[in-house]
């Protein structure tokens, strides 16, 4: 797997983790409706967190999928920023970095690539 695609499975993970921080952090401080609106303006990080285990075998598909999302998901964590809601920085800089890096050519040629049915993972045709 490509060094970018790493990353932005990375990124979406700890994205995902700070999500979780920020709610439980809010939800203590402020009270859960505040907790809901934390965690609800990260709703399509969620779903970028399920794509993002499949990276490694998917198809441009998941690529594009995330991409979107990720776009998505800037749309509401900017929303989510301008009404005051804390942790929407977070939300916004995991989504900006996972559109770049699955944006770059590298990422575009791993979920592009060729895969031979019924061979383990690893042995078929190498991408460069």
Same mark, same amino acid.
């Given at each position: 797997?490509?060094?970018? @695609?790493?990353?932005?499975?990375?990124?979406?993970?700890?994205?995902?983790?700070?999500?979780?921080?920020?709610?439980?952090?809010? &939800? +203590?401080?402020?009270?859960?409706? #505040?907790?809901? #609106?934390?965690?609800?303006?990260?709703?399509?990080?969620? +779903?970028?967190?399920?794509?993002?285990?499949?990276?490694?075998?998917?198809?441009? &598909?998941?690529?594009?999928?995330? !991409? @979107?999302?990720?776009?998505?998901? !800037?749309?509401?964590?900017?929303?989510?920023?301008?009404?005051?809601?804390?942790?929407? !920085?977070? #939300?916004?800089?995991? #989504?900006?970095?996972?559109?770049?890096?699955?944006?770059?050519?590298?990422?575009?040629?791993?979920?592009?690539?060729?895969? +031979?049915?019924?061979?383990?993972?690893?042995?078929?045709?190498? @991408?460069?």
């Amino acid at each position: 797997m490509p060094t970018s @695609v790493r990353a932005a499975q990375v990124t979406v993970f700890v994205m995902m983790g700070l999500c979780l921080l920020m709610s439980v952090v809010v &939800g +203590v401080g402020s009270g859960s409706r #505040a907790a809901g #609106a934390t965690f609800g303006q990260n709703l399509m990080g969620c +779903v970028l967190f399920v794509l993002a285990f499949r990276y490694r075998t998917a198809g441009n &598909g998941v690529r594009v999928a995330s !991409i @979107v999302l990720a776009s998505v998901q !800037i749309v509401l964590a900017l929303g989510g920023t301008a009404r005051g809601i804390q942790g929407g !920085i977070f #939300a916004l800089a995991g #989504a900006v970095t996972v559109v770049v890096l699955l944006s770059q050519g590298t990422a575009g040629a791993w979920f592009k690539r060729a895969r +031979v049915p019924g061979l383990p993972y690893g042995a078929g045709p190498a @991408v460069r």
